[in-house]
């Protein structure tokens, strides 16, 4: 299947394209998403467009859910947590079989009390709690250590002349600062990083039952592990966010909110970060955009983030029957809200599919969020990219795709990932 979207063809002609060849359905004739597919993750733009024409209230069979495609119709709902509920709605355990829920036990809903999965006024508490982290003079202090970070990695890998990006450039440092951040000792970093994968794809992309087993276990050793630092930190606190929120244990949180909280972060310092700066790489150096230049970098950031969004929308649970354009979405019902479509509505960002760092309003997406639940960590995430792009820009000018090489993006309902991104300079 030749991808259609002209800005996501590669530049360098040595290099196939990024939608692999498919059987069964394509974004062209699809009448549904396609989890299992490349192109629901890789290319899905031409299929999205059509809803957002056609059908703005779409219901996936596939998903069990109905999707919401418009920019104005998915800012609308993040902005109406009375009528758009977010209570359990990043437990995407339906898909999980019996066998795997009985091993989950009382973790089956795990993350039932993290700050994104509920609503006011649980939510007003916890988000209180979570945001004394991330004011902006603690986000700012993190810059030095976190371009420290990027250097120490490059001293290492640069004499190689290339590299798995996705490996050993652009995971470890922000898995670094997050658990400095947080308090994990260096030594432990690979077993979270390791543990962190398999609850991801556990609880947010469909798996087999035996392999679901597999992950599940793993999940409950890392839940073991956050909770004995969790209690170590109640002993003897330390200058770290873990300490910060156990001093909070009793007035404004419960352990098991913090335990969900660290938990949580950690996953999002070893996963969401990390897979932005892989597709911001990949689309930069398809788009003939590298190195990037510096005055352009932060909003070369944003267009990245609008085009390809490492977040794919979030869910809510419909709290009342809910009526637009012409659809009524029965109470009770799961709604996809499409930020990867939002983020090429026409509407709203003229030519979508084409990449273009100077565009004024390319910060108009939605990866972070949008609402309450804006994402909490998104100054940490925007310089945290911006530092990445700046250092591997003044220290690999000469950056390039391994020509040949097949892109595949992880199969997953909400984010958008590279399991792998080979490079050399
Ligand atoms: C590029 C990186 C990131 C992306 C794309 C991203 C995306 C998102 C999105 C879409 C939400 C809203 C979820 C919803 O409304 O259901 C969110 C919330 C959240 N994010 Fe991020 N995130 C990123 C990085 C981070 C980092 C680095 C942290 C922490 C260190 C973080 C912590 C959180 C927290 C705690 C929430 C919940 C906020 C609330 O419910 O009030 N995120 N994020």
């Known amino acids: 299947m030749e991808n259609t979207a002209p800005a996501t063809q590669s530049t360098s002609p040595a290099t196939e394209d990024v939608t692999p060849a498919m059987e069964g359905t394509s974004p062209a004739g699809a009448t549904d998403f396609d989890v299992t597919s490349d192109w629901h993750v890789a290319s899905p733009y031409e299929f999205l467009r059509r809803l957002r024409h056609e059908r703005p209230v779409f219901h996936s069979e596939h998903l069990g859910a109905y999707v919401l495609t418009r920019h104005a119709d998915v ?24 066998e795997t ?15 994104a999965n509920v609503d006011p006024p649980t939510h007003t508490r916890l988000r209180r709690s979570v945001s004394r982290a991330f004011t902006p003079r603690a986000v700012t202090a993190m810059e030095q250590r976190f371009r420290r970070l990027n250097e120490e990695v490059l001293d290492r890998v640069a004499p190689q002349g290339g590299a798995d990006f996705v490996a050993e450039l652009g995971h470890e440092p922000s898995a670094k600062l997050t658990a400095r951040f947080i308090g994990v000792p260096e030594e432990d970093e690979e077993f979270v990083k390791e543990h962190v994968k398999d609850w991801f794809m556990l609880f947010l992309s469909p798996q087999p039952p035996d392999r679901q087993l597999v992950l599940a276990r793993s999940f409950l050793t890392y839940l073991d592990y956050v909770d004995k630092l969790v209690a170590s930190r109640v002993a003897e606190p330390r200058d770290d966010f873990t300490s910060l929120m156990t001093g909070l244990i009793g007035t404004e949180l419960s352990h098991r909110e913090v335990v969900e909280l660290i938990s949580t972060i950690l996953l999002g310092g070893n996963d969401t970060v990390p897979n932005q700066l892989g597709n911001s790489v990949l689309r930069l150096l398809r788009e003939g955009a590298w190195p990037p230049a510096p005055e352009l970098i932060q909003n070369a950031v944003e267009e990245c983030m609008r085009i390809d969004g490492s977040s794919l929308g979030s869910f809510r649970y419909a709290l ?81 795709l391994v020509p040949g090489m097949r892109i595949t993006y992880r199969k997953s309902i909400v984010g958008r990932g590279l399991p792998s991104l080979l490079v050399e300079w």
């Open 75 to 98: 800012r609308a709902a993040y902005a109406d947590p009375r009528r758009f509920s977010s209570e359990g709605s990043l437990t995407i355990s339906r898909s999980l079989a019996a």
């Open 101 to 115: 829920r009985k091993v989950l036990g009382d973790h089956g809903s795990f993350l039932s009390s993290f700050v």
């Open 320 to 400: 009342t029957d809910i009526d637009l354009h012409g659809v009524t979405i029965p109470k009770g019902s799961l709604v996809l809200l499409s930020t990867d479509s939002a983020a090429h509505d026409e509407t709203v960002f003229p030519s979508p599919e084409s990449f273009d760092p100077r565009r004024q309003n390319a910060d108009a997406h939605m990866t972070f969020g949008y609402g309450i639940h804006f994402c909490v960590g998104a100054a940490l995430a925007r310089l945290q990219l911006r530092t990445a792009l700046e250092v591997l820009g003044e220290r690999l000018p000469g950056l390039r």
